[in-house]
């Protein structure tokens, strides 16, 4: 009867095993499962004796898993260890009053971590008599919650029904970017890069916001004490003033100076607003190198 051998040491008795080999290839205790085999094989050649001074393995193992093969028609992967595990693990006994803060303040706290909670949590327990938790086990209870859905880390606010006691989630509304999307400026005026740089000299740090016009190459730049969205509107209304031409799509970073007071100015002047990509500076390219020549 001929043999065969494939990557391993099984010995094939049929052409058929060679699809129960194919099992194994990306099993992850495939070596495990090899091993067995082999100690089947020598059991079967050589007996119990010096199977157990080969392998320190028993008759009654070499039998169970013989067992396991037929009760499994064969298949190689019923070999696979079984986790040992314990069925019946010790739970967490936590007073239901902890549980419900944390849900509490997570509620009125989106997304704080157990840091945080800590030092309410210890007054808390402090004013009921209960016994303090620590970190780990207030981050531990958190990951509880989160499996039984209690609280969640998605961008939503939350707030609890007072009929019925359950948890609301509400969805934060979140402006959506627009990006620039490769267009190109037709004439002056069409896309200013706008961009905000800050110089430390002398112990003085002065901030630097700053623009261009893509098409006519004409720069600007004011200095401000504080680099903030009021800061960047005063800005955009100087530019304006000085400018030749009208504005109509201003491109840049998502920093947050150009947000709230800046986001609503040029909203109000119906100027088209374009965003870079995160860690992405090579989007306002011009900008980018007029900052360099301010730096000269």
Same mark, same amino acid.
């Given at each position: 009867m001929q043999q065969i051998y494939l990557h391993s040491n099984f010995r094939l008795k049929s052409l058929k095993n060679l699809k129960r080999i194919g099992e194994l290839i990306n099993h992850p205790q495939r070596l495990e499962i090899e091993r067995r085999v082999k100690i089947i094989d020598f059991f079967d050649k050589y007996g119990a004796k010096a199977t157990k001074e080969a392998f320190g393995v028993s008759r009654s193992t070499v039998y169970l898993w013989k067992k396991t093969l037929s009760i499994n028609g064969g298949q190689l992967v019923s070999l696979a260890p079984l986790s040992k595990a314990p069925k019946r693990r010790r739970r967490r006994d936590v007073p239901?009053?902890? @549980?419900?803060?944390?849900?509490?303040?997570?509620?009125?706290?989106?997304?704080?971590?157990?840091?945080?909670?800590?030092?309410?949590?210890?007054?808390?327990?402090?004013?009921?008599?209960?016994?303090?938790?620590?970190?780990?086990?207030?981050?531990?209870?958190?990951?509880?919650?989160?499996?039984?859905?209690?609280?969640?880390?998605?961008? @939503?606010?939350?707030?609890?029904?007072?009929?019925?006691?359950?948890?609301?989630?509400?969805?934060?509304?979140?402006?959506?970017?627009?990006?620039?999307?490769?267009?190109?400026?037709?004439?002056?005026?069409?896309?200013?890069?706008?961009?905000?740089i800050s110089i430390f000299e002398g112990g003085i740090k002065r901030y630097l916001i700053t623009a261009i016009d893509l098409k006519s190459r004409f720069g600007f730049a004011y200095a401000y004490n504080s680099l903030s969205s009021l800061s960047a509107r005063d800005f955009m209304e100087k530019y304006r003033k000085l400018s030749l031409y009208e504005v109509r799509r201003v491109q840049t970073d998502n920093g947050s100076e150009f947000e709230k007071h800046f986001r609503n100015y040029i909203s109000k002047e119906n100027i088209i607003h374009y965003h870079n990509y995160p860690r992405h500076p090579q989007s306002n390219g011009c900008i980018e190198r007029f900052n360099r020549t301010l730096h000269v």
């Open positions: 239901d009053a902890i @549980k419900d803060f944390i849900v509490e303040y997570r509620i009125k706290h989106p997304k704080v971590g157990q840091e945080t909670i800590k030092p309410a949590l210890d007054i808390f327990c402090d004013n009921t008599g209960l016994k303090k938790v620590s970190i780990s086990s207030i981050g531990r209870l958190i990951k509880d919650l989160k499996e039984e859905g209690l609280i969640t880390d998605s961008h @939503k606010k939350m707030s609890l029904n007072g009929r019925s006691g359950r948890i609301i989630e509400r969805r934060i509304r979140r402006l959506k970017k627009r990006r620039r999307n490769g267009y190109k400026p037709a004439g002056s005026g069409d896309l200013i890069q706008i961009d905000s």
